[in-house]
């Protein structure tokens, strides 16, 4: 069974007084922090990859909903066509923008609420060019293929993006995990060596000087590598 909410905390505390009384201070709290923010991480995994799966296919969706408009159909019954033909997790999304138009919430209301859920840049000239269409009455058809076109340039200059960012994400990986793998090996290499880094004042200040050290380097290398588009 998951463990969830306050179990993680409890856990956390657990292990930090099994980890204080077996080695010692720092490696309780190391133990302790990972136990806690290990599942936090994974979650934030899971909805960054719901996210992504959402904007590639909301593509597909935008232009389904310009054919559906082009083939007759008003814009209520091409949200429903889409929650028909499309898979998780856009299906169930629009479903739920769908519920709110039929319990009386308004077109607009509906998708401003879809909109503030999942800031995404796509969605939101989706739902601007909607609104505005239906105000204005223009031909919502050939807007949302404007729309479409748009996307599709914009997930093309994303891919390219990704690629040149790649290789420094690469790098600032393998350069932040390298000084672990050089303590572990060093640990078994020969440990009279590296014990006093764990069992010291000195040696612990020097781990927690060199963690944080470690820690901003990440954070400088994620800030120069994920690029606003």
């Known amino acids: 069974m998951m463990l969830k909410g306050r179990s993680f905390i ?3 505390i657990a292990i930090f007084f099994v980890f204080l009384f077996f080695f010692n201070l720092l490696c309780a709290f190391v133990a302790a922090a990972l136990t806690f923010g ?3 991480y994974l979650n934030y995994k899971k909805q960054r990859l719901i996210k992504e799966k959402f904007t590639a296919q909301l593509l597909e969706g935008v232009e389904l909903i310009a054919g559906s408009l082009r083939s007759g159909m008003t814009f209520q019954q091409a949200v429903a066509y889409l929650v028909k033909e499309l898979p998780q997790p856009l299906a169930g999304e629009f479903k739920e923008l769908q519920d709110k138009i039929m319990l009386g919430s308004s077109v607009e209301n509906s998708l401003l609420d ?5 800031k995404d840049n796509s969605l939101d000239l989706l739902v601007t060019s909607v609104i505005i269409s239906r105000e204005t009455g223009g031909n919502l058809a050939e807007v949302l293929s404007k729309v479409s076109l748009n996307m599709r340039e914009n997930a093309g200059l994303e891919g390219q993006i990704k690629t040149l960012t790649a290789q420094g994400k ?8 390298l000084p672990f793998v050089l303590l572990i090996f060093l640990y078994f290499i020969d440990r009279e060596l ?5 069992t010291t004042l000195p ?9 944080i ?5 990440a ?5 120069i590598t994920d690029i606003e588009y």
């Open 213 to 217: 050290m470690e820690l901003t380097g």
């Open 219 to 223: 954070l400088i290398i994620k800030k």
């Open 203 to 211: 040696g612990m200040a020097l781990l927690i000087l060199a963690l």
């Open 194 to 198: 590296i014990l006093p880094m764990f």
């Open 38 to 40: 290990f599942p936090k």
């Open 10 to 12: 409890y856990l956390s």
């Open 170 to 177: 690469l790098s600032g990986l393998i350069v932040g995990a």
């Open 114 to 118: 879809l909109s503030q859920k999942h």
